[in-house]
């Protein structure tokens, strides 16, 4: 066996889900598929390939060293860098062929001193307020980019509020870059990207002109059980992490489970310790509040998540628990357990913090179909 096989802990990828949810996603504008942060904690390349065989002409990353990760893969596909590059990054970029993102008037001043440099394109601030060239000082800096002799692809914004119930912050965002591209006129670069994964899938197209859509997470089926997700896209969640039960002790009344003494038992009540812990990602905010599947029915975490363990209530020795032995698989989120949107819900996150969070410790095992 080999020693990634010989752990009680496994994160499943299944790669047919991802092939799905592009299929689900694609038709309203040229899709940019996402693979920052190890894809989502799914596997860059891997998921890479897969949007790559699926039709995507576009990735984009984090950092440049995830982009190098991609190209030493082989992975040649245009790729955007999203962050923004301090100067003695810029040799990188070259060498590399990456595009960039001009985020400020300062990035722009060090872009123009390498021209023509690679690719770039200009971020505007319209309201997310983290990077972004000033709307009023947009039109500018594309104009001083392309006399420099520096090709600028296409002007972009981030939407701070797309997976809101209320989208009236982000159609102002919008507002504001129409304004932008007004400003540009006939000098606006080929193309423009404003819709991330959310607003993609809950809100109408944000231009008629040409556009790239930056999808993330739900190419990952991460919002597949939101409630803002429409019943006409069907998402499939990729991901599926799967422990074993590795103990099973009853706990008599007044004794209590890990540490803290944070949960007492008032029954005898089956214990069932779970080779999974917080040093594999798992957040200790589940503990006394999260749940996991076992044989198809659902178990509350008991007492604080351990670094390596966390133990869940069975129920009554005489109940639906007895069925359980050790060595049963435990599903922390996914297929036979909670959603990874319920389980981070119960963490008080998001689910993307769930599949970003876990660690090496955690193999993944990457099938398809």
């Known amino acids: 066996m080999s020693p990634e096989r010989a752990v009680a802990l496994r994160a499943e990828v299944d790669l047919s889900a991802i092939r799905h949810n592009v299929r689900q996603l694609a038709g309203r504008g040229e899709i940019m598929g996402v693979v920052k942060a190890d894809g989502y904690g799914h596997g860059a390349v ?5 949007l790559i065989e699926e039709g995507v002409g576009w990735l984009a990353v984090a950092t440049v060293p995830e982009a190098a990760e991609l190209r030493e893969a082989g992975v040649q596909t245009r790729i955007l860098v999203l962050a923004a590059p301090l100067p003695d990054y810029l040799p990188a970029y070259e060498a590399l062929g990456l595009d960039a993102v001009v985020s400020s ?3 722009a001043d060090a872009v123009i001193g390498r021209a023509p440099f690679v690719p770039v394109h200009v971020k505007v601030d319209t309201g997310m307020h983290r990077l972004g060239v000033p709307p009023e000082e947009a039109a500018g800096t594309v104009r001083r980019l392309t006399e420099a002799g520096v090709e600028v692809v296409a002007v972009w914004t981030h939407l701070a509020t797309a997976d809101a ?3 009236g912050f982000a159609l102002e965002q919008v507002r504001r870059f ?16 404003v819709a991330n994964g959310p607003a993609h899938v809950r809100l109408p197209p944000l231009t008629s002109r040409p556009a790239l859509v930056r999808l993330g997470g739900v190419l990952y089926g991460l919002d597949s059980d939101r409630a803002m997700t429409p019943d006409t896209v069907d998402l499939r969640p990729a991901m599926r992490l799967v422990s074993r039960v590795v103990h099973l002790q009853t706990v008599p009344p007044g004794e209590s489970v890990s540490y803290g003494r944070t949960w007492t038992a008032e029954r005898p009540t089956v214990i069932a310790t779970l080779a999974v812990g917080y040093a594999d990602g798992i957040p200790r905010a589940l503990s006394n509040r999260g749940a996991v599947g076992i044989r198809g029915a659902r178990y509350p975490i008991v007492g604080r998540v351990c670094m390596d363990m966390t133990m869940v209530s069975l129920g009554d020795p005489d109940g639906a628990g007895r069925e359980v032995r050790r060595g049963d698989e435990s599903v922390l989120f996914g297929r036979g357990g909670p959603s990874a949107e319920q389980t981070a819900a119960a963490a008080g996150t998001i689910p993307y913090e769930l599949t970003t969070g876990l660690t090496r410790r955690v193999p993944r095992i990457v099938s398809d179909g």
Do not use: F, I, K
Not at 46 to 50: A, F, G, L
Not at 178 to 193: E, F, K, N
């Open 165 to 167: 119930d209320d989208p």
């Open 46 to 50: 891997p998921v890479s390939r897969v």
């Open 105 to 107: 008037v300062e990035v």
């Open 178 to 193: 129409d304004g932008v591209l007004r400003d540009l006129g006939a000098d606006a670069p080929p193309l423009v990207h």
